[in-house]
């Protein structure tokens, strides 16, 4: 056998790669190759020896595999040349991976808590501020995916908006309305710069630029008191075009033309819709307004008022003109059912008696003039 000094297997230097292993020895006082079968290296001209390279590995390095077996798995061979990495380094394809991801979880809450527990302990007016941003972006979120989620099945199915349900027909005009006003603070940001005075506006207008996800407990109660109290300032102009005209109008003349009657400002002040637009902008909102308040009843009424919370109870009669806020639940059922027996009465050309109804229930109500 003709020996080779400086064997070579591929781009690796055996003389380089021997010389960084443990060289296990033979009988003879020398070490095997386990690279080809001419591939071998002995001390003190000792008598080369051939094997089979697979169960010289498995002799000389007894871990590695069984000496009996006709090959070795390509495993073995990346631990016999030190080409397999640590462990701490490997990840699997799917096990560590979830691991790696609940880690930073992990950490991301613990460092959250404590940042948390920093500003409360340190700046707790920015803290309530912060606490109450964070959760209206949550909540607000939220009403875009549950908006997403009906409009895509409205799509696939061929729904109206009128044969929605009527927590589904009362999420979308909510969310149509949030979005509106979210709209006007995302023009007022385009401008370079612009969103640090968009941050100071909030904070100093927080009725007239937030949603009602941004407010505390107590600016919900006091902002709604205010519209309310805007709202009331219509009802005297309002009431005073009804006195002139009650006379002259018959059964049959009480259609959409009773909205030429009343001036449209003053009944877009009641329904709390902006007054400064165009007539033909303020009378297309109020006709469209008031169809979507009345295909509203009639799916509360298919529902009924029993399913509702005292929550959405509340905010039903303050829709339709009720200040609720101050009045208990069981009255604002009371008062809702009244409603909706006249609301459902009324055909559709008769649907102006709604923006009417909106002053006139709510005045002749007992205990709502604060």
């Not at 895509?152 to 969310?175: A, C, D, G, P, V």
């Not at 009431?239 to 877009?268: F, N, Q």
């Not at 003109?321 to 008062?335: D, F, K, M, Q, V």
């Not at 709510?362 to 205990?367: F, L």
Request: net charge positive.
């Amino acid at each position: 056998m003709r020996r080779q000094t400086n064997a070579t297997y591929g781009n690796f230097d055996l003389k380089t790669t021997y010389s960084r292993l443990p060289l296990p020895h033979c009988e003879d006082g020398g070490f095997q190759s386990v690279l080809g079968s001419g591939c071998f290296v002995g001390f003190g001209g000792a008598p080369w020896t051939l094997c089979r390279p697979e169960a010289a590995v498995c002799s000389l390095w007894p871990g590695l595999g069984d000496p009996s077996s006709d090959c070795l798995s390509l495993h073995d061979l990346k631990i016999f040349f030190g080409f397999q990495k640590s462990s701490k380094l490997h990840l699997s394809p799917k096990a560590d991976v979830k691991s790696l991801i609940s880690y930073v979880v992990t950490k991301t809450k613990v460092i959250n808590g404590k940042y948390h527990r920093f500003l409360g302990r340190h700046f707790p007016r920015f803290y309530v501020l912060y606490t109450i941003f964070m959760k209206g972006l949550q909540m607000l979120w939220a009403d875009a995916k549950k908006a997403r989620r009906i409009k895509t099945n409205m799509w696939k199915h061929n729904i109206k908006f009128h044969q929605l349900s009527y927590r589904e027909m009362e999420h979308l005009r909510q969310f149509r309305r949030d979005v509106t006003k979210c709209l006007f603070l995302g023009i007022l940001s385009i401008p370079p710069f612009a969103n640090y005075l968009v941050f100071l506006l909030m904070y100093l207008f927080p009725r007239q630029l937030l949603i009602q996800h941004f407010w505390t407990p107590k600016q919900q109660i006091d902002f709604l008191d205010i519209y309310h109290a805007l709202r009331k300032q219509s009802h005297p102009e309002i009431l005073c075009y009804l006195e002139k005209v009650i006379p002259l109008i018959s059964d049959s003349g009480l259609r959409w033309h009773m909205t030429e009657l009343c001036t449209k400002k003053a009944l877009s002040r009641a329904m709390l819709l902006t007054p400064y637009l165009p007539p033909v902008l303020l009378r297309y909102r109020l006709k469209t307004h008031t169809t979507v308040i009345h295909q509203l009843d009639k799916a509360l009424a298919k529902l009924g008022i029993g399913q509702l919370t005292a929550q959405e109870v509340k905010s039903a009669c303050y829709l339709r003109g009720l200040n609720s806020t101050h009045i208990a639940e069981e009255r604002c059922r009371t008062w809702l059912g009244e409603w909706l027996q006249l609301s459902c009465s009324l055909r559709e050309a008769e649907l102006s008696l709604l923006l009417h109804n909106v002053v006139l229930l709510s005045i002749n109500y007992t205990g709502t003039r604060r």
